[in-house]
């Protein structure tokens, strides 16, 4: 999907991808689901920053407001998440996606449940 995890640090994490014609929709716009994948991507390694090692998440809820469409022209996109609050099962975390020309393209809000992974 031509996305690229571009930094992290504790309780937040940026994303940045350029849409092209693999993401198209059938008419020719792209497809929601790569800003989704985007803002999914942003709010979930934001989580993941603060975890303790053995530890997993896995995605709730996601909820995306779609401000303004992204098409070729669009240029690079960059999703950047953070956390709203985390306890030891639930994290809040929220992320927006701007185009190159810094335009607010789709908001995000995200419920991550908190897990020990097997050993």
Same mark, same amino acid.
């Given at each position: 999907m031509n996305i690229d995890l571009v930094e992290v640090t504790?309780?937040?994490? +940026?994303?940045?991808g350029e849409p092209d014609g693999s993401v198209f929709n059938p008419l020719g716009s792209?497809?929601?689901g790569y800003a989704a994948t985007l803002l999914d991507s942003a709010c979930g390694v934001?989580?993941?920053s603060q975890m303790r090692p053995g530890q997993g998440y896995s995605t709730l809820e996601l909820k995306i407001a779609y401000h303004r469409g992204l098409s070729e022209k669009s240029g690079r996109v960059r999703a950047?998440?953070? +956390?709203?609050?985390?306890?030891?099962?639930v994290a809040f975390a929220e992320a927006t996606l701007h185009h190159s020309?810094?335009?607010?393209c789709a908001t995000a809000t995200s419920t991550l449940l908190i897990f020990d992974l097997p050993r």
């Open positions: 504790r309780g937040t994490a +940026i994303f940045e792209v497809h929601g934001a989580v993941h950047e998440g953070r +956390i709203v609050s985390m306890g030891r099962r020309q810094n335009k607010l």
